[in-house]
């Protein structure tokens, strides 16, 4: 009994040393292949401007090309899905934002369960969004837009990058918060929003910082206000919503994530390799020129900060009553 006991042991330590021999061996190894990054929004973007200052130095680091996939639609849901179908092998990765925890509150049905089907890596940045007009409106403040539109209801009308994104939420939130009615029209993407606002068809717009502070500085668009609850650090003299009307704050994260079941190596290389980078010099640079704030985190903290997101963005779809189907 105690020679068959003596034997179990040993396949057991065998078995045991041969996983940490493999799971060592994965840790070398790893990335053997180009390493697929989807942003689920359009080129040009907040989200899509943040990703691509890390993603464009990530090979320094990682040892392997990283390729850039745009999978535009549904505020983020298509190719949020296609991330969450994708293998668990550590060479698909998600880079998102806000949208991944509003939309599955936005829509009754989601084909995939955003707390369940990733898992996170790391947040790598947040930034307020601006509050924009296109200087044909005349309207110098957020005060002076409640004021015209409660003169005129129902006849100015703002643009989103689609319904359920964050430019969409943003601004639905600010809407019910200053009891106004200007109607949305949502597009297929941020880069459509952006054009159609900067050409004057649309004369409201929320967008990430990063996308329209050139266009602010040049007088083509006119930034009244942020959405984070205190002033941005990169335009210190435009006003908060929040000053305007008490209680509001809304910010973008930007994040990474993998499919459920991507082995720990990877997950552990990657936060290694983006926090190395996060923490230079010329990333932060690049950072702060787009109105970002480095943001990071382990994936556990981060996992945690996405619960508590998708609970705040779910109380602001019911209470605005923006599910839409």
Not at 44 to 55: F, L, P, Q
Not at 273 to 282: N, P
Request: proline fraction near 6%; charge should be positive.
């Amino acid at each position: 009994m105690k020679a068959g006991m003596q034997f179990w042991s040993f396949l057991l330590q065998v078995a045991t040393g041969s996983l940490v021999a493999v799971g060592a061996a994965l840790g070398q190894a790893y990335p053997t292949k180009p390493v697929r990054m989807i942003i689920p929004f359009s080129p040009g973007g907040a989200t899509d401007v943040v990703v691509r200052i890390v993603a464009s130095r990530l090979p320094e680091v990682l040892g392997q090309q990283v390729v850039i996939d745009n999978r535009v639609g549904a505020g983020g849901l298509i190719g949020t899905e296609i991330a969450s179908k994708s293998d668990p092998d550590g060479y698909t990765l998600l880079a998102t934002g806000t949208p991944h925890v509003i939309v599955p509150n936005l829509y009754k049905k989601v084909p995939y369960d955003v707390l369940r089907d990733f898992v996170p890596v790391m947040q790598i940045g947040s930034q307020p969004y601006g509050l924009t007009v296109h200087p044909s409106l005349n309207v110098k403040s957020a005060k002076e837009l409640i004021d015209l539109a409660k003169q005129q209801p129902g006849k100015i009308n703002y643009a989103s990058s689609g319904n359920g994104g964050a430019q969409h939420l943003f601004q639905a939130m600010f809407v019910s918060m200053s009891n106004i009615d200007i109607v949305h029209i949502p597009y297929k993407g941020s880069g459509p929003a952006r054009a159609d606002l900067l050409g004057g068809q649309v004369k409201i717009g929320c967008l990430g910082i990063a996308s329209i502070i050139g266009n602010h500085k040049s007088g083509q668009l006119r930034i009244i206000a942020v959405t984070s609850a205190k002033r941005s650090a990169e335009l210190p003299d435009i006003p908060s919503i929040a000053e305007t009307v008490p209680g509001y704050d809304a910010s973008l994260w930007t994040g990474l994530f993998a499919p459920r079941g991507t082995p720990a190596v990877a997950i552990n290389r990657l936060h290694r390799d983006v926090t190395r980078l996060l923490g230079t010099q010329e990333v932060r640079t690049a950072f702060d020129r787009s109105g970002t704030y480095v943001a990071g985190s382990d994936p556990k903290a981060f996992g945690e900060y996405v619960k508590l997101e998708f609970a705040k963005w779910g109380k602001v779809v019911r209470d605005v009553k923006l599910q839409v189907n």
